[in-house]
């Protein structure tokens, strides 16, 4: 009889499909804290998907799962141990052996966690986050023409974390990207940054940044159209009065020549 093909359910955990990357989970990852974690990214992944199971490796099609629930699952589990803010390094160790020995980079995918991680670890960027988030829904941002247009946001409950859902617009996310110079930190930019360039299809890139580049373009059109009419407005009024002044003036004196010629 022949054996069942092996595949990724909801007890197995992660199954590397390279004999590498099969050595390394068996070194690195053979403790029980790690087979916990492990089994339970597994479980997120198939649940988020709706499959009882998928095939063993990593499929590109469910690589950005594999980073997503690698990072909320270590988070939450290891909450009790001190905290961790970043995937399991260890099976963060057997993903990226089997993304590079499948031809993908496994950078692609742990990106926009790593630079979330970055932001976590700093106050100051969590608060321009923040600020961004509810600035853009709100629509209250100085720069950008496009404020009445409030983006999505998706909340994380698990780690209590707010990321900008994809079916944003392109007018929605160069909003995102206005609020954050607004708030002129570079660790909040990161992450914007590595989602544009990481989640989306570089058709999609060259439409957002287009966008911006229009907006802002409008924006800056706008901002020096308003400043001239202003400029002329005021240097009409200007001229009008200093004119009516020297106007009146001259009358002044001309009056008061003419009397003195008159004797009076």
Not at 39 to 45: E, H, N, Q, R, W
Not at 129 to 147: E, F, P, S, V, Y
Not at 200 to 224: H, W, Y
């Amino acid at each position: 009889m022949a054996s069942a093909q092996l595949v990724i359910n909801s007890t197995t955990g992660f199954i590397p499909n390279i004999t590498e990357c099969v050595t390394l989970k068996n070194t690195l990852c053979a403790d029980p804290l790690c087979l916990g974690v492990d089994t339970t990214v597994g479980a997120y992944v198939l649940n988020d998907i709706g499959a009882a199971s998928i095939d063993v490796g990593m499929d590109p099609n469910f690589a950005p799962l594999w980073s997503q629930m690698a990072y909320v699952v270590t988070n939450v589990i290891m909450a009790d141990y001190g905290g961790m803010d970043q995937i399991y390094p260890a099976l963060n160790a057997v993903y990226e052996c089997e993304a590079r020995n499948s031809g993908l980079i496994w950078a692609n995918y742990l990106g926009v966690w790593s630079a979330t991680q970055t932001c976590r670890d700093d106050a100051a960027c969590v608060t321009a986050w923040t600020n961004i988030r509810t600035n853009t829904i709100a629509g209250t941002m100085d720069l950008g023409t496009k404020q009445d247009d409030g983006a999505i946001w998706m909340h994380i409950p698990a780690i209590d974390w707010y990321v900008p859902d994809p079916s944003n617009t392109d007018a929605q996310f160069c909003n995102m990207v206005f609020a954050a110079l607004e708030e002129e930190n570079a660790k909040a930019t990161y992450i914007l940054v590595s989602m544009t360039a990481l989640w989306f299809t570089a058709e999609r890139q060259a439409s957002i940044l287009a966008f911006c580049n229009k907006d802002m373009e409008d924006f800056v059109v706008g901002v020096v159209t308003t400043h001239v009419v202003k400029s002329i407005l005021i240097f009409t009024f200007v001229g009008l009065a200093v004119g009516s002044f020297f106007t009146g003036v001259g009358c002044w004196c001309c009056n008061r020549k003419s009397k003195a010629v008159n004797g009076v």
